[in-house]
């Protein structure tokens, strides 16, 4: 043997070792991560009725999952992490439902943002918590469920469900998935997490630049399908049922339909409604419908506010200017009668979803905390949308907006058809499953 050949060998041993060493590495603080987590949870749950729920709705949770599922059923399972993941996953279990109707779907949660929402959605015939990632769980719950494939949304990446999934050869899909280099996938302290990745039969992925991102890490099994958020409000716009108390609050005004709003957000609108609230309705949907919030809200507009709860259609609303939603699960819905929208949050984490409003041809307005959002983005850049920093911008581009008619359906035109020509997604993500 040449000395070059000895030296290769010797190199790949060491290779090898230290590889196996930082994977070793890697899961021990990931074991310690995780514990530390739900330790903190635990301890938490005492004060944060958040932590609370994920705690109590963990009790005795594989007796509820064994006595729940049947026996001998074929299961579809799907994961989200919460709310936002479930509406980019609801869209793929309808349409499986109308395309494998044989199939039971399991759903499940990490959060008690959705599991505590959508625990009766009528879409899964099993709804659950997600046991806490250890390896014996992750036994157990498979050895109950026995799916014929999972699918998780966007951001889940458990280390012991994966593994697990992968060594009973039950295919895995991460769908809706978007990526960006400051991820820990991209860093050289993350090299343990990107090989997570290569746990799932496949990722789909909502743009280009993530798939670009993946393959020239090694990670190939990628497709580009888009965003199944696209498909979810597209059909809500095509199906959805008209609403007659806001139909006739709204009936021959120009409307702004603010949806998931903070206080910040509030502020700024009820800023520009004292000065030129003449011109327009507004009908508001608070992140928060409590009484007391609520309450806050109608002094902010100086009590030209009318609940929805205490409106109707045989009520004359005509000396109200704005429509409180004080309920939950309407929303969707009221943005088809918006000549506007503003969405809420920029001015905190995060803005909420502008999908829902664009796909009825609203423009819209939001915050400036939205560098994480493609859709944003996207919409900005085409000129659907507006993004603003402070009362000023906002009082303007309402102006702007307001004044020229001929604007003002140019925006509209954008925002329906970014939604429209974005679709798809859930096509694509089937077709796949179905032919592995």
């Not at 196996?20 to 899961?27: A, D, G, R, V």
């Not at 507009?301 to 309407?330: C, E, W």
Request: aromatic share 14%; hydrophobic share 40%.
């Amino acid at each position: 043997m040449n000395v070059n050949r000895r030296n290769s060998i010797r190199f790949n041993n060491i290779y090898f070792r230290i590889s196996t060493m930082i994977t070793t590495i890697s899961l021990f603080l990931y074991k310690i991560g995780t514990s530390i987590y739900f330790l903190l949870i635990h301890t938490a749950s005492y004060f944060n009725h958040k932590a609370e729920l994920w705690v109590a709705g963990r009790k005795k949770l594989f007796e509820k999952i064994e006595s729940g599922i049947g026996k001998n059923e074929k299961i579809a399972w799907f994961h989200c992490a919460s709310l936002g993941e479930f509406e980019q996953g609801r869209p793929l279990m309808e349409e499986f439902r109308l395309w494998r109707p044989d199939y039971k779907i399991l759903l499940t949660f990490f959060s008690p943002s959705g599991y505590e929402v959508r625990k009766n959605y009528t879409g899964a015939d099993y709804i659950f918590y997600l046991p806490a990632d250890t390896k014996s769980n992750a036994r157990r719950f498979l050895k109950i469920v026995k799916p014929s494939f999972a699918v998780f949304v966007k951001y889940e990446f458990w280390y012991y469900y994966l593994s697990a999934l992968k060594q009973q050869n039950i295919p895995v899909y991460l769908v809706s998935a978007i990526f960006q280099p400051g991820q820990v996938f991209f860093h050289w302290y993350g090299k343990w997490y990107l090989s997570l990745l290569h746990f799932f039969e496949q990722i789909f992925v909502q743009d280009a630049a993530s798939e670009q991102l993946l393959v020239k890490t090694g990670v190939r099994n990628v497709t580009v399908a888009g965003d199944t958020r696209f498909d979810r409000v597209y059909n809500i716009a095509r199906h959805s049922s008209g609403l007659p108390v806001i139909e006739q609050f709204c009936h021959g005004w120009p409307v702004l339909v603010a949806g998931s709003t903070w206080p910040k957000d509030e502020e700024l609108i009820a800023g520009y409604f004292h000065k030129y609230g003449s011109r327009l309705k507004l009908v508001i949907a608070p992140h928060e419908i409590s009484n007391r919030n609520i309450e806050r809200i109608e002094k902010l507009f100086v009590n030209k506010t009318l609940r929805y709860s205490q409106a109707g259609p045989v009520i004359d609303n005509s000396g109200f200017s704005v429509l409180i939603i004080d309920n939950v699960g309407m929303l969707s819905a009221v943005y088809r009668y918006g000549t506007m929208a503003y969405i809420g949050g920029g001015f905190g984490k995060g803005i909420h979803n502008i999908l829902e409003a664009a796909t009825y041809g609203s423009p819209v307005i939001f915050g400036p905390v939205c560098q994480k959002f493609r859709e944003a983005a996207d919409l900005i850049r085409l000129g659907g949308a507006a993004s603003v920093n402070n009362a000023g911008e906002f009082d303007d581009i309402m102006n702007e907006w307001l004044s020229d008619e001929d604007v003002l359906s140019a925006k509209s035109t954008i925002a329906r058809e970014y939604v429209r020509s974005n679709t798809g997604a859930t096509d694509i993500i089937l077709k796949a499953i179905s032919q592995d």
